[in-house]
């Protein structure tokens, strides 16, 4: 693409469905050129379908190779990479159910990890070349509440707790160049992923733990985002914004 655009561009991973979904419409709203990036073709053309300003990138987060090639086309389409938001993950349930310690497979574990925690590394070491050319960046990092409470998915807490000790090293390594890192931390949000299993008794729980009252949402967690990769989250870095309705307080 010639006579690349002075318009910011945002890469947003995991962006066919859940909160990775909002994200993406939330940035495109506020001004972003939006990279919809996700392993589920179907979902990015659904996406398509209903926010045709998009650009799309069909990627594996968790395979280097995918990672590496993808994110050179970035490069030779835009010329500039200002936000990143890692949005792709798997909770690694088992027949519906969040498997405990001792009933995972190794399997399962280290697709977790790859997903969740590797894939999150790929996109931000391929993506800091292209933010420090431009001296201003915005790394946010999907993590959870369960990164720092009991949840119950050894699997899945493990990879957003080192999701956490990850982003908190990078943002020291990338502050000198402009560039911000941050891990939005969500508590059980309504989206796809966890609808089915979202039974009356789950959802009842869900809420009795929340003193907000309420299960967050997609919308919850892109005013989230939308703030850390604002402006006015300058001199935020390497910290975790809770977004929880109350129900992990710090």
Same mark, same amino acid.
């Given at each position: 693409?010639? @006579?690349h655009s002075d318009v910011r561009v945002a890469l947003v991973t995991g962006a066919g469905s &859940? #909160?990775?979904? &909002?994200?993406?419409?939330?940035?495109?709203? !506020?001004?972003? =050129?939006?990279?919809?990036?996700? #392993? $589920?073709? /179907?979902? +990015?053309? $659904? +996406?398509? &379908?209903e926010r045709a300003e998009l650009t799309f990138l069909p990627m594996d987060v968790s395979q280097e190779s995918s990672v590496l090639a993808n994110m050179s086309k970035l490069a030779e389409d835009f010329? =500039?990479? !200002?936000v990143v938001v890692n949005s792709a993950g798997i909770l690694g349930a088992i027949d519906d159910d969040m498997p405990t310690v001792e009933g995972t497979p190794l399997a399962v574990w280290q697709r977790v990890? !790859?997903? $969740?925690?590797? @894939?999150a590394f790929l996109v931000c070491r391929s993506a800091i070349?292209?933010?420090?050319?431009?001296g201003w960046g915005r790394i946010v990092n999907v993590a959870s509440r369960s990164a720092r409470t009991l949840a119950g998915n050894p699997a899945y807490s493990a990879s957003k707790g080192g999701l956490v000790a990850f982003s908190r090293n990078l943002a020291a390594e990338v502050a000198p160049y402009g560039i911000t890192a941050n891990c939005l931390a969500p508590s059980w949000v309504e989206t /796809?992923?966890?609808?089915?299993? !979202?039974?009356?008794?789950?959802?009842? =729980?869900? #809420?009795?733990? %929340?003193?907000? @009252? =309420?299960?967050? %949402?997609v919308e919850d967690m892109a005013n @989230?985002?939308?703030?850390?990769?604002?402006?006015?989250a300058g001199f935020i870095t390497g910290?975790? +914004?809770?977004? $929880? &309705?109350?129900s992990f307080m710090q």
């Open positions: 693409m010639s @006579g &859940g #909160i990775g979904r &909002g994200v993406a419409c939330r940035l495109s709203d !506020d001004g972003f =050129r939006v990279v919809a990036s996700d #392993i $589920n073709q /179907g979902a +990015l053309e $659904n +996406l398509a &379908g010329g =500039r990479l !200002d990890q !790859d997903v $969740n925690l590797t @894939g070349p292209l933010m420090r050319q431009g /796809g992923l966890t609808r089915h299993m !979202d039974g009356d008794h789950l959802r009842q =729980r869900k #809420i009795a733990e %929340t003193p907000i @009252g =309420r299960i967050g %949402t @989230g985002v939308a703030f850390l990769v604002s402006e006015d910290t975790v +914004l809770d977004v $929880n &309705g109350g």
